[in-house]
């Protein structure tokens, strides 16, 4: 029976197994000293000086090895310019919404979207302010790609994602903290606090350093210390889950792994926000060990690049379109119609004759002569009446 983390059990889950509670301990303090004699230190420590350590478990393996293998298939796929930036595109545009909802943006995922394609900067809402904020730092991070951290770097990415926010009560933007800091749950109780101001600086040098330097860890590993142990210092008044998440996306693109800007990981965070909050909750509750939050993070990661590659091999065959469709009726189709069915395929979009026209360039006529055909040859059907009419896939091309 795994528990939480898999092969990696937590002292809440030794305890719940054993039903006499001095044995539990005993196994406790065993099980812990193993792990501490097997432990990668790092050159990273708490406010008492005492250092953060991981283990490198079997599941936690195996998760590292499954990335590497889709992210060999996936830098293998070949993808048109356009469908890459489009991948791109969105997944940027989950990243800033689902970062900005794990800390309290209220607009919807269809109000984010239809916003952030206005092109505006600033809103009046500040939920959507926030998202927009979120959505022009990950551009700046995208920009710093192959560059060297250092704090002007995070302090301007804090200082784009707090930008109009805060209206009633003004925090300090563009530079580390001046005071306390305190993370509360939903109860309003304090399950966290920061280390002092006056430790931040030091901690954040410290940090910086080893990640400028650090060469020889895997960089899923090294994403997920970044983006812990940022959270850890939480070195500003407001914006540090946001920015640690940026980071940890930077680390991964400044060790070659560029997919990462198809990937939307805060949607999981978001999705599975209790396990987030415990991972890292775990991290301090079990001496500094980052194991925990370790393998949420490598967990987190293949279930999102699983779920592009899937898109991306939809996407292939929707570029291949002659394999959707009988040989014979593809052979009959024009270039116009193929391009037509492309992004009915993609888009589950309704086919009208003023979308087709501005698609291809072509008049009304030739239009409704290329749906006549597409309709005789069963690939597509007429759907509405009046101005909602159109046309939509024909149940016999999709249960293909």
């Known amino acids: 029976m795994t528990g939480a983390y898999q092969d990696y059990l937590t002292k809440a889950e030794i305890i719940a197994r054993e039903k006499d509670s001095r044995k539990a301990e005993a196994r406790w303090d065993e099980l812990f000293a193993e792990r ?51 991948l791109e595109k969105r997944a940027a545009d989950l990243e800033a919404y689902f970062s900005s909802h794990i800390e309290g943006a209220r607009s919807t995922l269809e109000e984010a979207l239809a916003f952030m394609k206005t092109g505006k900067k600033r809103s009046k809402d500040e ?7 979120n959505r ?31 209206r009633e009560r003004p925090i300090t933007r563009g530079e580390y903290r001046h005071g306390p800091i305190y993370v509360v749950n939903a109860m309003r109780q304090v399950v966290y606090e920061g280390p002092p101001a006056k430790m931040v600086p030091g901690m954040m040098r410290k940090f910086i350093a080893w990640l400028n330097a650090e060469q020889g860890l895997d960089p899923i590993l090294k994403a997920g210390i970044a983006h812990l142990y ?6 500003f008044d407001d914006g540090n889950g946001r920015t640690a998440r940026a980071l940890s996306n930077l ?38 060990d980052m194991t925990y939050f370790l393998i949420f993070y490598a967990e ?20 291949n379109i002659k394999d959707l469709l ?19 395929f993609r888009s589950d979009e309704k086919m009208t ?25 069963n690939v597509i059907v007429p759907d509405g009446k009046g101005r909602s009419s159109g046309y939509v896939l024909s149940p016999k091309v999709i249960g293909r």
């Open 251 to 288: 680390v991964l693109a400044n060790a070659g792994l560029r997919l990462i800007n198809m990937l939307a990981l805060s949607d999981y965070f978001d999705h599975k926000r209790p396990q987030y909050y415990r991972a890292i909750q775990d991290c301090r509750l079990h001496g500094r």
């Open 326 to 344: 009988p040989s014979d009726v593809y052979r009959r189709l024009h270039r116009r119609q193929i391009k037509a069915l492309r992004l009915m």
């Open 36 to 86: 501490q004699a097997k432990a990668e230190g790092l050159p990273l420590a708490d406010t008492d000086g005492k250092a953060f350590w991981f283990v490198i478990t079997p599941h936690l393996i195996g998760l590292i090895s499954k990335i590497a293998r889709h992210r060999g298939f996936l830098e293998s796929v070949s993808l048109s310019p356009q469908v890459r930036k489009r």
């Open 127 to 133: 939920s959507l302010q926030m998202i927009v904020n």
């Open 353 to 377: 004759t003023k979308l087709y026209c501005r698609l291809n360039k072509c008049s009304d006529e030739t239009a409704r002569t290329d749906f006549l055909s597409l309709v005789e040859l």
């Open 230 to 235: 940022f959270v850890q210092v939480h070195p």
């Open 136 to 166: 022009l730092a990950l551009d700046a991070a995208a920009k710093h790609i192959g560059k060297p951290v250092n704090d002007e770097f995070i302090c301007q990415l804090q200082s784009i994602l707090t930008e109009n926010t805060h």
């Open 300 to 319: 987190a990661l293949l279930e999102k690049i699983e779920e592009v590659q899937k898109e991306i091999e939809v996407e292939h065959r929707i570029d």
